[in-house]
C-alpha cells in the first residue's frame, strides 16, 4: 500500500474524511491521494461536467492524471447536503472552482454528487458525478414539507 493509500485508510472513519482528502488531493494534484479515496471495485464511476461516464479505476486515473498534467483543480466543497446509513453516504455538494481566464482568475460553480460506501479499507467513494459549470452560484429549490394537522 503506497504512502498516500495508508494515510486515507487510517483517516477518521467517516465518510467526511474521504470527502476531504479528495478536495485536498485536488487542489494538490496528488494522484496518488486521490486515487486513495476511491473503493477497489470494478465498477465506480466518474463523470466530470459535460464529459462521458468514466468506469474502473483506470479510466479514473487517466483522467485525472489528464487534468492534472494542467495543474492543480482549485475546488472548494460548500453547501453540503448528505443523505447517511451504516455502510454508504451520499453526499451532494455545491463546488466553488476557480477558473483561471484572459481577465485572471474567477469564480465558477459546479453541482456533484460523490457517493461513498463503508469497506473493509474504511469509507471509500464509489461515485462521482459533476455538472456543467455556472459562472453564477446556482439556487437551491427547497420545497417546504406540508403540515397536516
Not at 103 to 108: N, S
Amino acid at each position: 500500500m503506497s504512502k498516500a493509500s495508508n494515510q486515507v485508510a487510517t483517516v477518521g472513519g467517516l465518510a467526511d474524511d474521504i470527502e476531504t482528502a479528495f478536495y485536498e488531493a485536488l487542489q494538490t494534484a496528488d494522484i496518488e491521494k486521490l486515487m486513495a479515496c476511491w473503493a477497489d471495485e470494478d465498477d465506480v464511476v466518474c463523470v466530470h461536467p459535460g464529459g462521458p461516464r468514466l468506469i474502473g479505476l483506470v479510466a479514473i486515473r487517466s483522467a485525472f492524471e489528464a487534468m492534472f498534467s494542467n495543474g492543480s483543480i482549485r475546488a472548494w466543497p460548500e453547501g453540503v447536503r448528505k443523505i447517511d446509513s451504516l455502510a454508504s453516504s451520499m453526499h451532494n455538494v455545491r463546488e466553488r472552482i476557480e477558473v483561471l481566464t484572459e481577465e485572471g482568475p474567477r469564480e465558477a460553480y459546479v453541482i456533484a454528487t460523490n457517493v461513498y460506501h463503508k469497506t473493509v479499507q474504511g469509507w471509500r467513494m464509489v461515485a462521482h458525478h459533476a455538472s456543467p459549470g455556472s459562472e453564477q452560484e446556482t439556487r437551491e429549490l427547497i420545497a417546504e414539507p406540508h403540515v397536516l394537522h
